[in-house]
């Protein structure tokens, strides 16, 4: 039976849990730091949750108020009244900041969470004072640039479309992709990796996860045939693994990007999961965008 008060989520001593319920969505929301300081939205990818941003839960850089939700029908959240398109998504998140009573943050996206942090500063820029994406290709792709490196995509994504269900809740698969997606594999001892694989077991986590990328290969897709088009306004500081299986650092690249403000930092020895494989690198990176955005927007109490 599905927890529908969390306590049986991985414990992060110090934390703050809530349940807001934004469009349709009953958020499970983990945050930490001063419930008044600068608020840092973080959003996690697949195959996991919130605790992909344990380390930085658990020593909250001074002043910012992080706020990790899961996302809709992930970990302990409810599934969202759709089918994982990832413009709903963008809506659903900036419900739930209205509903937290956020007017701007800072953002943090891995993966998935990543890809719809970049429709999110694509679509209200006001809402964002700067943005941390870790792993992503950015927003501005093209056909020509993708081909190359479709077969990554194809290893897995058409298989956790098609089966993710019996995949997800009666197969080792989630544990695989920590094996073969990590380079720092001793970061993913079995107990933390448990702690992602049997959340998929669960059928509204297992839909959801199912429902990501079947939603992305049948529908949007196409839709995103033509590169986009509008131009990010918000700096962004990307931050990339280089030994990343499932998305090519080239996909990432300064040049391509349409932005004001962009760059990208290559790491070195590291995979997929930057967040958990390099948390001092992202908790530093963060703790400088803070500073370097500390004056945009309205003035701060």
């Known amino acids: 039976m599905r927890s529908t008060d969390a306590t049986d989520a991985p414990p992060l001593p110090g934390v703050r849990r809530s349940f807001v319920t934004a469009r349709g969505v009953r958020f499970h929301v983990t945050e930490a730091g001063p419930a008044t300081g600068r608020p840092v939205l973080l959003l996690h990818g697949w195959p996991q949750h919130h605790y992909a941003y344990r380390h930085l839960l658990a020593d909250p850089p001074a002043g910012l108020r992080l706020i990790a939700p899961d996302l809709p029908g992930y970990g302990w959240s409810g599934p969202p009244p759709h089918r994982w398109a ?7 998140l900036l419900a739930l900041l209205d509903e937290l009573g956020v007017e701007r943050a800072l953002l943090v996206g891995h993966d998935w969470g990543a890809f719809v942090g970049y429709l999110m500063v694509l679509a209200d820029p006001g809402r964002f004072d700067g943005y941390l994406p870790l792993n992503m290709a950015h927003a501005w792709q093209t056909p020509r640039a993708i081909a190359p490196h479709l077969w990554r995509f194809l290893l897995y994504q058409p298989l956790v479309a098609a089966l993710g269900m019996p995949l997800h809740r009666r197969t080792r698969f989630v544990d695989q992709m920590f094996r073969l997606g990590a380079t720092h594999r001793g970061k993913f001892p079995p107990e933390v990796v448990r702690i992602y694989s049997d959340r998929f077991r669960d059928p509204v986590t297992a839909r959801a996860a199912t429902d990501t990328y079947r939603t992305f290969l049948l529908h949007e897709v196409a839709a995103r045939r033509r590169p986009e088009r509008r131009r990010a306004t918000v ?3 990307a931050l990339f693994g280089v030994d990343d299986g499932a998305v090519h650092p080239s996909l990432a690249s300064a040049q391509t990007a349409n932005a004001d403000d962009y760059t990208v930092e290559y790491v070195s020895g590291c995979g997929h999961f930057i967040a958990e494989e390099r948390p001092d690198l992202v908790r530093t990176r963060l703790t400088e965008l803070a500073a370097e955005t500390a ?7």
């Open 86 to 92: 990832k413009e709903d998504i963008v809506q659903d």
């Open 235 to 237: 700096p962004i500081r």
């Open 295 to 301: 004056d945009s927007g309205p003035e701060r109490e």
